[in-house]
């Protein structure tokens, strides 16, 4: 059983350039969600997809977007990069429902300079 | 808003010995979850341990355990018989049980070294 998986596991941007980061989420799982750590940090909730629509949203600048297939795989994008952007961006999935737990994938590694 | 607070930025323990890492969370909420998770150097979060609020037994999983204290709202880990792979950042998570709660809310973490 495949958990959720994450590419690229590096990226290294410039100011200003927009990134496009992927996550599958692990098998019979249907939300996913996006989380920014920030280096020596907890991880910040970016946003929550469910049925291809973006069911929650952090206190992130619209620069951050992102969309979900019908597969559940999902994106995240970020426009006009700031070095404040470099982070590792965490995917996590689930199963909609109150009591599942989230399970996380490796992260991408963001690197701006 | 919901917080979450880890006192301890770092933390040690010697091989085989029990250490406790704390953690206290704020909300206004009666129903929630709780976690600890667990992020090697690999970068990969491992969830530890999961403890629903609606239930007064405390949660424990093979050396790891916590003590759940719902009117103090504090959430400790204790790990016994710690082993060098326990070496990791630890996190304690919040988790509405709201259905559109659905998002963690992560404390700052603890960095755990295990001394042999």
């Known amino acids: 059983d495949a958990g959720v998986t994450q590419s690229p596991t590096h990226l290294i941007k410039t100011r200003g350039q927009q990134v496009t980061l992927r996550c599958s989420p692990k098998s019979g799982h249907d939300t996913v969600s996006w989380y920014q750590q920030a280096l020596g940090q907890g991880p910040q909730f970016i946003f929550q997809?469910?049925?291809?629509?973006?069911?929650q949203r952090g206190n992130f600048p619209d620069r951050f977007s992102g969309h979900q297939f019908p597969n559940y795989s999902s994106e995240l994008n970020v426009n006009a990069l700031l070095l404040g952007d470099s982070a590792l961006y965490l995917c996590?999935?689930?199963?909609?429902?109150?009591?599942?737990?989230?399970?996380f994938g490796p992260g991408t590694r963001l690197l701006v300079l | 808003a919901q917080t979450v607070t880890q006192s301890q930025p770092e933390m040690s323990v010697q091989e085989a010995e029990t250490v406790t890492l704390s953690c206290t969370y704020d909300t206004s909420e009666s129903d929630y979850y709780l976690f600890w998770y667990k992020q090697p150097p690999s970068r990969q979060m491992i969830l530890v341990i999961r403890?629903?609020?609606?239930?007064?037994q405390n949660a424990t999983e093979n050396r790891f355990s916590v003590n759940f204290q719902k009117a103090a709202k504090s959430f400790s880990l204790k790990i016994s018989d710690s082993q060098l792979g326990d070496a990791a950042m630890y996190f304690c998570a919040y988790r509405s049980a709201l259905n559109y709660g659905q998002n963690f809310v992560f404390g700052p973490g603890t960095r755990l070294s295990v001394l042999p």
């Open positions: 996590a999935s689930s199963m909609v429902g109150i009591k599942e737990t989230q399970y």
């Open positions: 403890q629903e609020a609606y239930k007064q």
């Open positions: 997809y469910y049925e291809e629509e973006e069911r």
